[in-house]
């Protein structure tokens, strides 16, 4: 994954079980220029549960 060397965002839910946090955490290590966001007491549906936030670091993060 070292080669991949776009700017990648990584997000996920503090307490999601089906992507455990911590794969994200290992994504985003081994991703060169990975941005990661932890959203706080959120599962798997964090996209549903912080829409606003989440959009607007995706509009950041798209925006450089």
């Known amino acids: 994954m070292a ?7 990584v997000a996920n839910g503090d307490n999601d079980t089906m ?3 911590e794969n994200s955490y290992l994504l985003a290590e081994h ?3 990975a941005q990661l966001l932890i959203y706080p007491d959120a599962n798997h549906g ?7 936030l989440f959009g ?3 509009r950041a993060f798209l925006n450089g």
Request: glycine residues 14%; charged residues 5%; aromatic residues 14%.
């Open 56 to 58: 607007g670091h995706v």
């Open 46 to 52: 964090f996209l549903d549960q912080y829409p606003g």
């Open 19 to 21: 992507m455990h946090t």
């Open 31 to 33: 991703l060169p220029n």
């Open 3 to 9: 080669g991949i060397t776009q700017p990648t965002f």
